[in-house]
Structure formats: C-alpha cells, structure tokens
C-alpha cells in the first residue's frame, strides 16, 4: 500500500471509528479492534508519570464487549450526545506488522436540555495491524488532559 | 476521478465553505449549492425521531439568498465571530449523480468582549452533485446535538 | 512535487507542529520557522483594522528561541496542558518560493484540576517556503477570535 494509499485507509477509519461511537452502534465498537488488544482511557498525568491506574481499561476484545453490555444493560446514566472531533494524524513507520499512529481529539458533550460543552481533549495514541484484510487496533490508547470528568464517563472514546 | 483526487477536492470544498461562513463572504454562500437545493439546520433530537421542525430551513437557492439579505440588512443582532472545525469526512459511494458525505462539525462563537465558546457541534448529513463542473449541494442538513442554541442563530452553519 | 504530495506533506507538517506544542517540545519550535521569520499572535478585530497591536510578536527565529527560554526558565505561571485541533486546510498557488496557507484551529486548555475548556479559536495565516529540503514557516500569523486570553498566554499557538 502507498503511502498516499495508507493515509486515506486512516482517515477513512477514523472518521468510521468517531461515526461509530457518535451514532452510539456501540455493537459494532469491538470490531474495530483484534482480538488480543488493548484499550485503555487515561490521564496525561498518569500517563506521563508512567502510573497504571486508568479510568477506563479493556485487555481483551472480550472485555470491549463487556463494556458494550454495560453501556447498554446495566449501567445507568443520563442520557446524552457525544460528538469526537479527530485532527492531526501523525503515522509513524511499520515496526514490523504494527502501525504506530497518533491523533488529537476533542469530545463535546451535549445532555438533554444542556448546551453543549467540551467534555474531554487528548491524544489517541494508538498500535494497529492488519488483521482480516482490515486495519484494526491491536492497542488504543486515549490520553486525555484533565483529570476530572465533567458529569461521568459512560460511553467509549 | 479518482478516490484520492475526490477526497481531495472534498476537503478543499469543505474548507472553502467554512471559510466563507467564518469571512462572513456571506453573498457567495449560496454558491454551494446548486438552484433546487434544501438547506436545513435541525436538532439531533428531532432529527432522529423524524419530526420536520427545522430551526432554519430553506427550501430552494432564492431562500438562500433571501437569508443572506435578512443577515446583512433586516435582522438585528450583537456583532460575533464563529470559527468552523469541520473533521471525521465520510464519503458514500455515488448513487446515479448524487454523492452522500457526512462530516462532524464544532462551531466556536466569540460575542464582542466575551471568552470564545463552544457554539454548536454537531454532522452535516450532505448530498452533493457535480453541477457546472463544480461540485455543489443539493441537500445539506446540519444536524445539531444541542436543542439549546446560546444567544441566537444567526448565521448559517 | 504534486498537488496531492503537497497536500500530504503539510497535512503531516501542521500534525508535528502542534504535536510539538502539545507535547511542550518547545526547543524544537523555531525549527519550524525559517531564520527570517515573523511570528505573530493577533486579536481578529486588530488584523482585520490593519492595527498592528499583536499579542505576541517575533520578527527573527532569534526572537522564538528567546521566547523559548523565557517559557522554560524566567516565566512564572501555573501549569497547564494544551491541545489544538487544526481543520479545514486552504492551499494557495505558489507565488515564487512561497506557498499561502490558511487553517482554522481551535486550542483547549487545561489547568491542573479544571475542566478543559476552549481557550482560543483562530486562524493561522501562513506563508511557507522550502528551506533546507523542508517547508518551514517565513510568516505565521495566529489570528484568533477573541480579545479576551482566559488566564494567560503562555505558550506559543
């Protein structure tokens, strides 16, 4: 694949990956990861200092599905629309099979009867490989700016 | 044309209809869109649930230009500055002429002696077709996640 | 160098350049900015008046590595996290060496324990030539849209 080619398969699956979880198909969320994967929400400030603890962890494709169950059955929020805003893709080389990639993002928040407002900044910091003919994250990583989370964190980002 | 050189001129349209919006170039807005076109501004409330009430609708290229003189002459409102970032395309595939393309939006408003804020975020819901070797709108919804609009609308989006 | 090469190519210049705010890899800033340079931070209502009071000014990439040491060494401020999101891209013709850029941007800001909220909204008005095999900066204009600067302005945009 060029790397003309490369580019546009990743804004095509960004944009698929942000319509995903604005358009709240949360079963169809899982897809876009391998099955040994990694998805993890953590502040810059755990980030950076190395610390582990994450706001949001999934070591499985399994656990991703879990989530998905929670967000839909068990867990009770209010309701609510997201909105992410992707920019700034920077693609590393190929380590081998894996594909570094990093991008902004801005989420809004919108609840019902409220005006919408930022809800989270940060950097997608992210590992994918090939996997079915499909580029699929093997590790996702949102590292977001502020440690407090406006109202809570219920859906993915 | 190809994927790529589509993708591009995409970009480059999508840019240059914001930078109009931002310019306040509010005289060549209707040149986006082709003569029988509909342009619709409509909560994500009511736009999922199918209701029609649209907080703007203009239902052909005259009511454009007719919005653009109530901007410039017959409305009154406090001097603002907004600031598109549009991100995340998605472009359909053809169907005959028309071309669907998504995209998220967030616009930014800035009220005379105020801190910039998040106006709006929402998609634009787009059908495009090549009219006069230049593509145009014949459909674009901007569908917002806020029922609450801060201030007013005054200006397109 | 092809429409689409360039395209891509600056698409991956702004990406690093914000990663390099972001990630306050501040001494390799003036690395984006020929040695004649200006750097200019610049209320709209001043740019559009012609006034030439800026928020921010460097007329040599001398004057950017001294901005870099009063961040790093003799400025006293609260720590804070930023983030930009660059959209919307506009590619003018070449006049000579010189390529016209335009992009609007949003930045959000984050103090230690507060929400992240918007801290300015713009436009960066660039003029870019190749130097050294690589695009770098002669002229950056950051024209954002409010007067107001919420806390400070610390770091550059």
Chains 1, 2, 3 share one sequence.
Request: aromatic share 12%; net charge negative.
């Amino acid at each position: 694949m060029s790397k003309l080619d490369l580019r546009v398969r990743l804004d095509e699956l960004y944009a698929d990956y942000v319509a995903c979880l604005d358009d709240e198909e949360f079963e169809r969320w899982p897809e876009f990861f391998v099955e040994s994967c990694t998805y993890k929400i953590i502040s810059r400030e755990n980030y950076d200092c190395g610390l582990p603890l994450a706001t949001m962890l999934c070591e499985s494709n399994g656990m991703l599905k879990d989530r998905v169950v929670a967000v839909r059955e068990t867990s009770t929020y209010a309701p609510r629309f997201m909105r992410h805003i992707v920019g700034n893709l920077r693609i590393a080389e190929w380590q081998g099979d894996t594909l570094g990639v990093q991008a902004n993002y801005a989420v809004f928040e919108t609840l019902v009867d409220q005006f919408t407002r930022v809800f989270q900044s940060g950097r997608y910091i992210d590992r994918l490989v090939v996997d079915d003919g499909r580029l699929r994250f093997r590790e996702k990583i949102c590292d977001y700016d502020s440690v407090l989370v406006p109202n809570s964190l219920v859906f993915p980002i």
